[in-house]
């Protein structure tokens, strides 16, 4: 699947500075400790700014591990068989990203060394989530987890797709979710994304969507803004059976020129069925709308609403050329060109000829 960044190039992370060792596979970290320990740790993380939301701690403290847990933090100097001089890092519990399409351990690698230690994919959600857990489990290099993908699981209740849905089925049960042929298949199906799911395909949807709430998803991710074919009436029922579940919902918005509109639909949405709701990456869906976007969101909160949102900290975003987001019209949409794009296997700033050629190769 081709990359293409969006508006500006992609300078780079955030350099982090928390300490990738082994204190980021840990789970939180105890009250401080002004004692001294009985024998030498195992590991001591010495002399660094020790910050633990939790608890509000901010402070240079030394911290003492045993195997795999935090035996002590200390104001004072501790022992160890190895000690890390950490005086100008940062140290704190590993950080969770909730927005993690990479759930490979190529991918982990890069996010553990960036303090990652749960990644998880919840803007669009995983098929099939009981075996692609399985799949993960015992080979992940960190902690992962999915929604269920509403933007699959629609397409399987059209019935006019029964026989491609059937295939893919067939597919994964037999030869498991990297099965050759996958792509193929969703291929057939793509024209569903401008498709509405009819009401009477509307309560298999549901079913298939609790049915994986039940194997495992941490919510229904509903990324609508790469399906436009999904009416209002299909994502309210979303947000009822999230409700009737107590299921978050994790979605991009739809795109649209009025940028505040999509915004206020899902927010409509929480607030009529009391769904919890969690708006990805408000920046770049708001754009030059944000401050309006985040004081809407605010008085939702201030009004006891379950609404979260969050931003990235990069001037850049990245999505397939080929999906619908770059459909005619796209650049009175976002307000760019051609030369605002960049293919990411050469780096390429694209001209109206190459975007053809790669959004028709995909």
């Not at 969006?6 to 982090?16: E, I, K, M, S």
């Not at 399409?101 to 994919?121: I, P, S």
């Not at 992940?140 to 509403?150: C, E, L, P, R, Y």
């Not at 949807?205 to 609790?210: F, I």
Request: charged share 25%; aromatic share 6%.
């Amino acid at each position: 699947m081709g990359i293409v960044h969006r508006y500006r190039t992609l300078r780079g992370l955030v350099n982090a500075v928390v300490l990738t060792a082994a204190i980021v596979v840990l789970a939180g970290l105890p009250a401080t400790s002004l004692g001294q320990e009985a024998e030498p740790y195992d590991l001591v993380l010495a002399g660094g700014r020790v910050i633990d939301p939790e608890t509000g701690l901010d402070a240079i403290r030394h911290v003492g591990i045993r195997g795999d847990r935090i035996a002590e933090i200390s104001t004072t100097p501790l022992s160890g068989r190895e000690v890390v001089e950490v005086s100008e890092l940062v140290v704190s519990p590993g950080f969770i990203d909730p927005h993690s399409h990479g759930q490979t351990n190529e991918a982990n690698e890069y996010q553990a060394h960036d303090g990652v230690t749960t990644a998880l994919e919840l803007e669009s959600g995983r098929m099939f989530v009981r075996r692609w857990l399985a799949a993960r489990a015992g080979d992940a290099m960190i902690n992962f987890g999915a929604s269920a993908a509403h933007g699959t699981v629609r397409r399987f209740a059209m019935e006019h797709y029964g026989e491609q849905t059937a295939a893919i089925t067939r597919l994964i049960e037999t030869e498991g979710l990297e099965s050759e042929g996958l792509d193929d298949l969703f291929t057939e199906t793509a024209n569903a994304r401008y498709e509405p799911v009819e009401p009477h395909e509307t309560p298999a949807m549901l079913m298939e969507l609790s049915k994986e709430l039940d194997a495992g998803a941490l919510g229904i991710g509903v990324p609508v803004g790469y399906y436009p074919g999904a009416t209002r009436d299909e994502i309210f029922r979303i947000f009822e059976l999230a409700a009737a579940r107590d299921a978050p919902i994790y979605t991009h918005i739809r795109d649209a020129r009025d940028r505040i509109a999509p915004v206020q639909e899902m927010l409509a949405n929480a607030a009529i069925t009391g769904a919890p709701l969690h708006i990805v990456h408000l920046n770049s869906m708001a754009l030059g709308d944000i401050g309006v976007a985040l004081d809407m969101i605010a008085a939702a909160q201030a009004r006891g609403l379950d609404v979260t949102t969050e931003v990235y900290p990069y001037t850049a975003a990245s999505t397939s050329l080929e999906s619908t987001l770059f459909d005619p019209g796209w650049r009175e949409l976002m307000g760019i060109s051609y030369g605002d794009l960049q293919w990411e296997e050469t780096g390429e700033r694209l001209t109206e000829e190459t975007f053809a050629t790669y959004r028709e190769e995909g």
